[in-house]
């Protein structure tokens, strides 16, 4: 197949890329800077310099591409400025998800999986958003606008958990790493849920043959940050972190669509997870 990642050199694009080669793919892969072109040959791509804010621009550069399928694997998180994001998933999702379109190509999308009205009651890919949230509504604001734009276009959503594993926030040398080592680190007591990353990436590739829809892409053991932050720090040899109850109680999310379709992540829980990290 002919798939263009967008955001090849991100979380996921530095996972999915190189598997959907192995497979056998012709895989274009997008970065914004030149100087970046290089990495993605390394990975066996086909490298394209866009911006997805440049909406011409990216629509000629897929229509040249002429994709089967578009993975979406755009976030704007290294400056750690939701506003910016908020506004990638908004604006950036129009644009990538119109020029798929006019390729006649599928999009598969990430997004996150803590965007549910607090409770304690399990929530699943029916139950809807939580728009009337006070912060943060301009990431739940975001999420909504690039799920509506990729459904609207039969493509498909996986909303991952909170990411660990090299190269992420919750790793060693990650931010939440580092501060848990520097005796810093701040978890939120509210319930969430984690996935580890190359079981997330695992799920973008197999969704290449799932139908149109939302997708949770979680583990099974949703937890507040009284469990999961001892445990985080510890693995990654820091000190128990502070907890802060200021977030409300969160809500956990439920993975059975994910492993009806055969999705089986390696680390069923972030207890066994974090202990590889
Ligand atoms: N579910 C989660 O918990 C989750 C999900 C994603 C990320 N994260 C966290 O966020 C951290 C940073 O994520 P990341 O490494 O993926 O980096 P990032 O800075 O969020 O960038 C991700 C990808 O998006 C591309 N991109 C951003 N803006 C773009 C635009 N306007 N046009 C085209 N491409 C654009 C980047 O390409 P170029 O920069 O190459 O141009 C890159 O490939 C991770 O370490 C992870 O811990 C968490």
Redesign the pocket.
């Given at each position: 197949m002919r798939i263009r990642v967008?955001?090849?050199?991100?979380?996921?694009?530095r996972r999915v890329v190189p598997s959907l080669v192995r497979q056998g793919h012709t895989v274009f892969a997008?970065?914004?800077?030149p100087t970046?072109v290089r990495a993605l040959e390394q990975l066996d791509a086909h490298p394209i310099v866009?911006?997805?804010?440049d909406d011409e621009a990216w629509d000629g550069a897929t229509q040249r591409a002429r994709p089967e399928v578009v993975l979406h694997?755009?976030?704007?998180?290294?400056t750690g400025d939701p506003t910016s994001?908020a506004h990638?998933r908004a604006v950036?999702t129009q644009s990538l998800v119109g020029a798929a379109d006019r390729a006649g190509a599928r999009v598969v999308a990430?997004s996150?999986s803590w965007v549910n009205p607090p409770s304690s009651a399990p929530a699943d890919e029916a139950t809807p958003l939580y728009l009337q949230a006070g912060e943060p509504r301009r990431t739940i604001a975001g999420v909504a606008a690039l799920e509506a734009a990729v459904i609207g276009s039969h493509g498909v959503v996986l909303r991952?958990?909170?990411?660990y594993g090299p190269?992420?926030?919750?790793a060693r040398e990650?931010r939440h790493g580092l501060a848990a080592r520097a005796g810093s680190l701040v978890v939120p007591s509210a319930v969430a849920s984690f996935v580890e990353a190359d079981d997330a990436a695992r799920a973008f590739v197999q969704a290449l043959a799932w139908p149109s829809g939302l997708v949770n892409i979680v583990d099974d053991e949703p937890a507040g940050g009284r469990e999961w932050g001892p445990a985080f720090a510890a693995a990654v040899g820091g000190t128990p972190p502070q907890v802060d109850d200021s977030n409300g109680i969160g809500r956990p999310v439920r993975n059975r669509a994910a492993r009806q379709l055969g999705w089986d992540p390696s680390a069923a829980s972030w207890r066994e997870g974090f202990t590889q990290l």
């Open positions: 967008a955001g090849g050199l991100g979380v996921f694009g997008t970065t914004r800077s970046r866009a911006d997805v804010l694997l755009l976030t704007d998180l290294g994001n990638l950036g990430e996150i991952c958990g909170q990411l190269g992420t926030w919750f990650g």
